[in-house]
């Protein structure tokens, strides 16, 4: 029971690592649950919970950096400015896209490869200036695609080596 909330834990923590997210951490729990229904079950909800809480989390806090980085007094002019014209540059070029960012998003986020996940989308969605509603939603979505997309490649992928082994 206590390597089991050590196993947990470290599941949980998997899922909020920029670039791993649940493409490392469903995995972890086919590792070391799946031999147990009722905390397999669990690890794989801890693995998509633990994902789907980095945007709403995220993109308040980008804002909140991107005020205290424009208004620190420690920070050349220069640099803010450049900021200030690659952030709005940015936005100017999103608009031209505005109908496809939040299937775009959606989509970026739903693809299992590493970089695509929730870290990456909300700083997209930042940029872009995307409202936040509209991006979370996009991206919790993503983030449930993606789970489901790992599940089921590691599911029928052991599923296919059993067969071909004839194992279990």
């Known amino acids: 029971m ?17 670039t791993v997210e649940v493409r490392g951490s469903i995995p972890l729990a ?3 649950f799946s031999n147990e229904p009722n905390l397999f079950t669990i690890s794989i909800l801890i693995a998509v919970i633990g994902n789907l809480i980095i945007a709403p989390i995220l993109i308040p806090l980008l ?13 050349p002019t220069k640099i803010k400015d450049l900021y200030l014209w690659l952030i709005n540059r940015a936005r100017k ?10 299937l775009g998003l959606t989509i970026f986020v739903t693809l299992p490869i590493p970089g695509t996940g929730a870290w990456t989308a909300s700083l997209i969605a930042h940029v ?9 939603i996009s991206i919790e979505l993503g983030v449930l695609g993606a789970s489901l997309i790992v599940f089921s490649v ?8 059993k067969k071909i082994f004839m194992l279990g």
């Open 93 to 102: 070029k999103s608009k031209e896209i505005e109908r496809y960012e939040f």
């Open 128 to 136: 872009m200036g995307m409202e936040r509603r509209k991006a979370l």
């Open 30 to 32: 086919f590792l070391w």
């Open 154 to 161: 590691i599911y029928l992928g052991l599923e296919i080596l």
């Open 2 to 18: 206590e390597n089991d909330i050590y196993y947990l834990a470290i599941i949980f923590m998997v899922s909020l690592l920029p």
């Open 63 to 75: 804002s909140l950096f991107e005020k205290a980085f424009i208004n620190s007094r420690y920070i």
